[in-house]
């Protein structure tokens, strides 16, 4: 199955802002990979929210949700030090999503 990969501007921002630049071609390759329906190493985190982590450098984290079979939105990232509150702001980032 392959998804459509749509981002939120804070998780644009965040990527941007990104100087590791080894992590940054990881990040791009593996949403390469997931647009061709491979999610590789994630995990529910509940509420309809997931995490997709990227093993390199802080351990960085992509935080998404799916609508449809086939829509991804990527909602935050950030690393393994700024986890809890990534999560809380990817949750209400979700919550704006809805009509």
Do not use: C
């Amino acid at each position: 199955m392959r998804y459509i990969i749509e981002t939120t501007a804070h998780f644009d921002e965040w990527f941007d802002g990104l100087r590791d630049l080894r992590a940054k071609a990881k990040v791009i390759t593996r949403l390469e990979r997931i647009e061709a329906g491979n999610l590789g190493d994630h995990k529910a985190i509940g509420g309809g929210l997931s995490e997709i982590r990227i093993n390199e450098g802080k351990g960085y984290r992509l935080y998404y949700t799916i609508r449809g079979n086939t829509v991804i939105f990527m909602l935050a990232g950030g690393n393994k030090s700024t986890q809890q509150a990534d999560i809380a702001r990817a949750r209400q980032l979700k919550e704006d999503l809805n009509p």
